[in-house]
């Protein structure tokens, strides 16, 4: 098990998609875009949502935001760069929010999202 | 007043009863159809409300299983289940998952069983940290979370998560879920549980049958269990470990039996570690786990039930989906699966060996998923397992069933979970 473990401690530079905590203002989420670093996706922590959002970075220079909520049965998901998963019954979703592997097979929840002047701003429904 | 002034009047009255009688009803009409529009406006709200804040799922699966030695078949409904779950508020949820297992019921006769296999509130403690309370199914191994049908190859179970961590394993308690926030990508878990019956175990069933399962559970033994768990890329690394106390007795009786009793008394240690990962067309999954019951020989001694100091068991499944670069959602994945567990790789002094616990699987077989949530399955078990120790063989050579340490067995069946 100590092995698992410091191999598991080993992957921790793999998959940096952090997390920082912020608030809406008027029903906007406005993140600086230098909070992604070198990640193409970050998690969101807002009082404004029952669940974290991610914000996405797609290589052709547009954005989205994602609810983590998972479809099947309301289940926190876990993001990585290469999507997002659930822990409880393994549902996977891609970057813009389509289920790639069930059971869910609804897409996640959207918000719109544009980039202006290095701001990412996120409106809330 | 004439009689034709009386005639006008009395037929003004009549008029003015009809006309009054006319917009009474009229308004009384518009009044039910107004209240009623209201009414069921003020229905429909809940009932959408209801809807919307409330989920059905549920999985099933059947299987024809062939045995190849005996040329005898067996066809079961192995389990249907229902999902129900309601968000009471953005911060509360109720799960549960109730189960009929083998098709049917039936007073006196063996098999089938209705139970619930979840059923616990969720709170949001805060930010994505979650407490569970109720009966659940701890965060162990692979399949004791999520054992869909539609998740997995095979019409089995992986077996050693079967019989060294046993199925669906769960019991009453609480447990706290959520991220690591400092290591990006970390899910921690962390639970406390009614423990086990050592009572209740049975030879050659390691600890399955000493979960309560949410029945009359004796909780002044208990149980602590903790899982890391780590997504990157499109793979999940996880270990965790379960240690319990299994004799729920009171001093008085658990003296008398030269056990310890108390909420860690003559305890069970299982830990586990497994990956599961995909890349492109390929499916990967792997599980090792070992079991420690150090006061063995005090559990034999009193219930006489053969109980193993340790017992392992690891596989090791690979999957390819030929139809991965189909554009439908269709998919057919060939898969082969390797096993092995040893129910007494260790026995205490008291203990009786045998052979047929030590056993190895081999499993081929494809999954058919027209879509993604139903599947179609065929496979073949091969199993090879130790020498029964003859010591064991109670019945006489005439009646005693011959046991084979190789036996081959094929498989089709059905599952679905939506």
Known sequence: MALAMGTVLDFTGCSSVHSIEIEAEGGVLRVPIAEFGTSNAIVLRTKAEPFDLLAVRYPDGTVGALLMECTHQNTPLTATESGLFCPAHGSAFDLHGHATRGPAVKPLKTFPATLQNGILEITLS | ?418
């Open chain 2, 1 to 418: 007043m004439d009689t034709r002034d009386k005639r006008i009047l009395r037929l003004s009255l009549n008029k003015g009863l009809w006309v009054g009688a006319a917009w009474l009803t009229l308004v009384t009409a518009i009044g039910s159809v107004h209240a009623q529009t209201a009414g069921d406006t003020a229905h429909t709200t809940a009932l959408e409300n209801f809807i919307a804040q409330t989920q059905i799922g549920g999985y099933g699966e059947a299987r024809y299983h062939y045995d190849l030695r005996f040329d005898t078949a067996q066809a079961d409904l192995q389990r249907a289940t229902l999902f129900f779950s309601h968000t009471f508020s953005p911060s509360i949820l109720f799960y549960s998952e109730l189960e009929i297992e083998d098709g049917k019921v039936e007073g006196g006769t063996g098999g089938g069983e209705v139970s619930y296999e979840q059923m616990y509130l969720r709170f949001r403690v805060s930010g994505e940290n979650y407490l569970m309370a109720g009966l659940m199914t701890p965060r162990i191994g692979i399949m004791n979370e999520n054992h869909l049908p539609t998740t997995f190859n095979g019409t089995d179970r992986p077996f050693v998560e079967t019989m060294i961590i046993p199925s669906t394993w769960r019991d009453i308690g609480i447990e706290m879920q959520g991220p690591i926030d400092a290591v990006p990508g970390m899910n921690y878990s962390a639970g406390i549980f009614n423990g086990l019956s050592s009572a209740n175990f049975h030879y050659g069933e390691g600890v399955n049958g000493g979960s309560f399962e949410g029945k009359l559970a004796q909780a002044s033994e208990l149980a602590i269990t903790g899982a890391l768990q780590y997504y990157t890329g499109t793979t999940r690394l996880q270990a965790s470990a379960y240690y319990g106390g299994t004799v729920g007795l009171d001093t008085r009786q658990a003296d008398s039996l030269q056990l310890d009793s108390g909420p860690f008394g003559t305890p069970v240690f299982l830990t586990e570690a497994d990956v599961m990962s995909t890349f492109g067309a390929f499916s990967f999954r792997a599980l090792g786990t070992f079991v420690s019951i150090a006061d063995a020989q005090s559990i034999d001694r009193a219930y006489a039930n053969n109980t193993p100091q340790a017992m392992e068991g690891a596989y090791a499944e690979i999957g390819y989906d030929v139809l991965h670069n189909c554009p439908s959602k269709e998919s057919l994945t060939i898969f082969t699966r390797a096993e092995y567990l040893d129910l007494n790789a260790e026995l205490p002094a008291n203990g009786v060996y045998n052979g047929e616990l030590l056993q190895r699987y081999l499993v081929a077989g494809l999954t058919w998923k027209p879509l993604e949530n139903v599947s179609v399955k065929g496979d073949y078990v091969y199993r090879f397992t130790g020498s029964l120790n003859p010591a064991l063989q109670i019945n006489p050579i005439p009646q005693q069933v011959i046991y084979y340490q190789a036996n081959g067995f094929w498989d089709i069946g059905m599952a679905y979970s939506f």
